[in-house]
């Protein structure tokens, strides 16, 4: 485990893991070769594109592993994004063709997730509805059983919301899809570092995960497909690459190191889970007990579900205290920490998840999201929480 981190000789203590992690030494010892001496072209035939070939089945078999899938049902994307977007419309055609031109999705999903089922809706003609989730942002199971008919052609629902680190009964949901021959789609980005990941045991149809949020590199994802011949390329221009559903020279470096993060996550994944979540929970400890110090007892709110559920990530706000002036101090005392999603960091506009939870426009404005790794350590997550409540404290007394 990693304790404080410096850059340029600032102390940093970094606690947005839901953003991206850092790259693990292992997988970039595995990538080294592809970024120097092997930089072949997998389609080439000789020497060093052979080498590229074989190391792009390596990882794709380590990848199918950490899921306890097949090689052959593991699509290489460039991001979690990608593999979302691929699981939605790459599917339209097959979809439209069974007459099943309805997507649900929940009310909380990643952005591509939400952003791809609008394209659906307004250039393919598709239904799109959305199933509503509780005041702890967790999909309403009755309402999805209610929603999913056999008209429903498409359905997706994440395991671990990106924001809040809520987990969604996936597993319930996918059985209520598989009885009305409804595809299910899970995105499992956030889910790929804190819980054991099993198609079968989920029994998805898809299933998006992603290189960085597992300490690989950035520019890498995948998305599991049960059934590859139902899905239209998002990238035409290759008939080999990714059984000819992703045109592109592959990105034989970050593939590689998809693979191997694959690997030593799947190794590590019980210590990590229990470190994560002791994490998680002795920094809202020290938090409450450093704002209790201040007299501000009651000011914290968690939003999600309770602090001692397992999970690496923690969304909270202070009553009073502006989300945005509280960043701006926290970077200036070199703790790292988010607004929510990060493909949303630089919006003016709400969490579309806090939001769709109940929670109101300025509270949603004020919360903060703060996520936790491997490369964590106590010492510096007790720090953190001391920071932070120094700072609320001076915005209180600046307010």
């Given at each position: 485990?990693?304790d404080?981190?410096t850059?340029?000789?600032k ?7 839901n953003?991206?992690?850092?790259l693990d030494?292992?997988?970039?010892d ?9 930089y072949?072209n997998?389609?080439s035939?000789?020497?060093i594109g052979?080498h ?29 994004t ?6 939605i419309?790459?599917n339209?055609?097959?979809l ?11 009310a909380?999903?990643?952005?591509s ?8 809706k307004?250039?393919?003609g598709f239904d ?26 498409l359905?997706s629902?994440m395991y ?8 969604n ?8 899809c ?22 079968n045991?989920?029994?998805c149809?898809f299933m998006?995960?992603?290189?960085h ?5 950035k520019?890498?994802?995948?998305l ?12 035409p221009?290759?008939?080999?690459q990714?059984?000819?559903?992703r045109g592109?020279?592959?990105n034989?470096?970050a593939?590689v190191g998809?693979g191997?993060?694959?690997?030593v ?12 979540s002791?994490l998680?929970?002795?920094f ?9 110090e ?6 914290l709110k ?5 602090i001692v559920?397992?999970?690496k990530?923690?969304?909270?706000r202070?009553d009073?205290?502006?989300g ?24 003016s506009?709400p969490?579309?998840?806090l939001?769709?939870m109940?929670?109101?426009s300025?509270?949603?404005h004020?919360?903060?999201?703060v996520?936790f ?16 409540a120094a ?9």
């Open positions: 485990m990693q404080t981190i850059r340029a000789g102390r940093m203590i970094y606690l947005d893991n953003a991206t992690t850092p030494p292992e997988v970039l595995a990538m080294m070769p592809y970024l120097t001496d092997e072949g997998r389609g035939l000789y020497g052979r590229a070939r074989n190391a792009v089945a390596k990882a794709r078999e380590q990848v199918a592993d950490f899921i306890n899938a097949r090689e052959d049902q593991i699509i290489f994307t460039s991001s979690g990608e593999a979302n977007a691929m699981a419309l790459s339209t055609t097959h439209a063709l069974s007459d099943k031109k309805r997507i649900l999705t929940s909380v999903e990643h952005d997730i939400l952003k791809a089922s609008d394209v659906a307004t250039y393919m799109v509805s959305q199933i509503p989730v509780d005041q702890s942002g967790v999909v309403q199971l009755e309402l999805a059983k209610a929603m999913i008919d056999i008209n429903t052609g359905v629902v671990v919301n990106n924001e809040t680190g809520s987990v009964p996936v597993m319930e949901i996918a059985e209520i598989r009885n009305n021959g409804t595809l299910f789609h899970s995105d499992c980005v956030q889910a790929a570092s804190s819980f054991a990941l099993d198609i045991d989920i029994g149809d998006s995960i992603s290189s949020k597992i300490h690989g590199p520019g890498c994802g995948a599991f497909c049960s059934n590859p011949t139902t899905l239209r390329p998002l990238i221009g290759g008939a080999v990714e059984y000819g559903l592109g020279t592959e034989v470096a593939i998809f191997k993060a694959c690997e996550t799947k190794k590590n994944l019980r210590d990590i889970c229990i470190h994560t002791a998680k929970q002795e809202f400890m020290q938090l409450k007990l450093a704002l209790s201040y007299s501000l007892d009651g000011i968690i939003n999600g579900e309770s559920k397992p999970g990530t923690l969304n909270i202070f009073g205290v502006d945005e002036t509280l960043l701006l101090l926290l970077d200036r005392k070199g703790v790292c920490v988010s607004a929510g999603s990060a493909c949303r960091s630089l919006e506009t969490s579309h998840v939001i769709a109940g929670v109101d300025e509270d949603a004020n919360s903060i999201r996520s790794s491997k490369t964590n350590g106590v010492e510096e997550v007790v720090e953190a929480a001391k920071i932070i700072c609320v404290k001076a915005i209180k007394v600046m307010g």
